[in-house]
């Protein structure tokens, strides 16, 4: 049975912010060089961790999430970074970085979030469903 707390205390995405680092370069690079210095640079920040090819893949996954965003451009096999979306996301993620470290990315307090939450759960109202009735076998004579 999977078990859910709501939200995940997950750190700050270095993998995402190294890709935005290296492709703020104005060079281009096809994935298996990005990716090498990628990995030298986690590994020289000590955030090079689960193995090189799980590295390898959520490199390539962040990758084609900046694609899909349009902070990278994507000709051929190549990727290059565009600069003004790229110091957007650098900006943000400095920002976020910035709050995690402050201890500010806990949720809001209970009593602020009862407004907001009361308000979507009342707006939200179905038709009733009846419930199903339960029938149990009857006991086999043994």
Sequence with gaps: ????????????????????????????FEFKALFLIVHENLKLRNAASGGEEMLRLRAYEKLQNLVQAGI???TGKEYKGVAPALATFIETVTELNANFAAG???????????????????SVKGPKVPKAKVTRPKALPV
Excluded: C, W
Excluded at 8 to 23: F, H, I, K, Q, Y
Excluded at 113 to 122: D, G, H, K, L, W
């Design 1 to 28: 049975m999977k078990s859910s707390y709501g939200f995940s205390r997950r750190g700050p995405d270095r993998v995402a912010e190294e890709l935005a680092a290296v492709l703020s370069r104005k060079a281009s």
């Design 104 to 122: 500010l990315h806990n949720r809001l307090p209970m009593a602020e979030n009862v407004s907001s939450s009361q308000a979507s759960i009342t």
């Design 72 to 74: 990278v451009k994507k």
